[in-house]
């Protein structure tokens, strides 16, 4: 849940919503931060001037708007207002969460009116911290926009949540914890004191209690605001527009701009839409899932890689104290380049932790803060911003494409010493000698990252050793029963992959390999536990 608490913050204020009106581009703001980044435009350019030159840009038209959003190039993406020819451009500054925003060319004048009812200055523009693009307002300035009911209330229960343990009113000492809140004697009660004095019994068996917290919404809480229409203040919402994609009133139906529009009823789109976000999260969640499998599959490749590390140290140092005196400076610029691909390896792979733990974040928060949104219960206001959260669900499952949890960097050391030749041409009697004392291969490594199960099968793969001189002719693969039983041969062969089938579902088996030659039969690797399925896919 607590994921979901940048999805609840003004990118202006940094803050909490406070009272959030809904921008043409589906973004949020605080009324009062809005107001704080409004630009005065040019007389020219004001929307009066505009439709009388005949242009008809609506406060909804972004192919034209989006023309009046500079973008700087010397500031990473970040753009300053500048859309207007005659306009000088306004500096940006940063909010408390690192958005740019836009400040007011002059300073507000002093009124004891509310933000809401506030005049706003003429010919004003505001310019979306988020996206950047910039809206001509209209006479009704900023009540044009509608407000965030969905939103105001997810950021109520949310900090309804985060809330203190509630304490019984009737404790006569050191208060206890409250368990249950009577609705009708509006008291909190600790289970003592409710057996004491609110027993369940007579004219107190009809009291309904409820948890603290549920208790405390209910007694601090408003009545539901109902959600009105923008263009007619007096009239609630009662159909949904099509075109638009917005609810509208039965006024704007019979008078205004939506009369010629194809209309639905708003229960039958909340319900629709309520359904395809819930349609589009479930594929949401399972990227989310995927993550979460990558970033351990990520973490057990630092861990190989850093087995992997010390494993070829140990093979270059062996080989290098097999060398004469004048080769110890260059096993010391050998060992230097294997600490930079080590290192580099590392930086690859935990760059790629990082990235994916954000995005895994960011995925979180959306998921949560669109569950608790689907709870709302106010269809006007959960039509309000649908659309803009089914295209954000869709937008994010698409970052989890394809090559986005594919790991960057192998574990393996592409890195090979040749000493024989100089072996040889310098002390070809040792070189003999460290060859015969070791006939038998080395052992095979398990490589992980290939390694899988799909249903009732396991794919196992393995690999000789890095700097290893002694050619193996065949490996043996073991399985044990399942049930942590004898190891029985499953595999003899020449191939480093092998594909064991017929295992038991639900099953979790041990896997071990080793190599041989004429002379004799290498160590075990390390055992690797597989768990088959649950059942068939």
Not at 384 to 399: F, K, N, P, Y
Not at 455 to 475: D, F, H, I, M, R
Not at 494 to 506: A, P, R, S
């Amino acid at each position: 849940m607590e994921e979901m608490e940048e999805e609840l913050k003004c990118p202006v204020c940094g803050s909490f919503y406070r009272e959030p009106i809904i921008l043409p581009c589906s973004h949020n703001l605080c009324q009062a931060c809005a107001r704080n980044i409004l630009v005065q435009t040019p007389e020219s350019e004001s929307p009066q001037s505009r439709r009388a030159s005949g242009s008809g840009v609506s406060d909804y038209d972004y192919l034209d708007l989006d023309k009046m959003s500079l973008y700087s190039e010397a500031d990473s993406g970040y753009g300053s207002y500048g859309g207007f020819a005659s306009a000088p451009t306004t500096p940006c500054q940063k909010s408390p969460n690192g958005v740019r925003v836009f400040p007011p060319a002059m300073p507000p004048p002093p009124t004891h009116l509310s933000p809401a009812l506030a005049p706003v200055p003429r010919n004003s523009c505001i310019t979306c911290p988020q996206c950047h693009r910039s809206l001509i307002l209209d006479d009704r300035g900023l009540r044009g926009f509608p407000k965030n009911r969905v939103l105001e209330g997810v950021i109520d229960r949310y900090q309804q949540s985060k809330a203190a343990a509630l304490k019984c009113q009737l404790c006569e000492k050191a208060p206890k914890e409250a368990t249950v809140m009577c609705e009708q004697c509006d008291v909190f009660y600790c289970d003592p004191c409710r057996l004491r004095c609110h027993p369940p019994r007579g004219p107190l068996a009809k009291h309904r209690l409820v948890p603290p917290a549920q208790g405390r919404v209910s007694r601090r809480l408003s009545p539901r605001k109902v959600s009105t229409c923008t263009d007619h203040e007096l009239e609630n919402h009662s159909m949904y527009c099509v075109q638009c994609k917005m609810p509208v009133c039965y006024q704007c139906l019979e008078e205004g701009k939506h009369s010629s529009h194809e209309v639905k009823a708003l229960g039958a789109m909340w319900k629709l839409h309520k359904s395809q976000l819930s349609q589009a999260l479930n594929g949401l969640s399972d990227r989310a899932k995927e993550a979460k499998e990558f970033l351990v599959q990520l973490r057990t490749m630092v861990q190989q890689i850093q087995e992997n590390s010390v494993e070829f140290e140990a093979c270059l140092v062996a080989q290098c104290d097999a060398l004469i005196d004048a080769l110890n400076r260059r096993k010391a610029q050998l060992l230097a380049r294997v600490n930079k691909e080590h290192e580099h390896k590392l930086k690859v792979v935990r760059d790629q932790i990082s990235h994916c733990t954000v995005k895994l974040r960011q995925t979180t928060g959306l998921m949560e803060y669109c569950l608790e949104v689907i709870k709302e219960n106010d269809p006007s206001g959960f039509l309000q911003i649908s659309d803009a959260l089914i295209r954000r669900v869709h937008l994010t499952e698409d970052q989890w494409g394809k090559g986005t949890l594919t790991p960057r960097m192998t574990t393996d050391f592409d890195l090979s010493l040749d000493n024989s030749p100089l072996l040889q041409s310098i002390h070809q009697l040792d070189f003999v000698q460290v060859k015969a004392s070791s006939p038998v291969p080395a052992t095979p490594i398990l490589q992980l990252e290939e390694c899988c199960t799909h249903n009732n099968s396991a794919t196992l793969s393995w690999k000789q050793p890095p700097l290893s001189t002694v050619a193996a002719e065949g490996y043996i693969l073991e399985l044990d029963d399942g049930s942590g039983g004898q190891f029985r041969e499953v595999y003899v062969g020449k191939e480093t992959m092998c594909t064991v089938d017929g295992l038991h579902f639900n099953s979790t088996y041990n896997a071990r390999v080793k190599a041989f030659n004429k002379t004799g039969v290498s160590p075990y690797s390390k055992t690797l536990v597989l768990q088959t399925s649950e059942g068939r896919c």
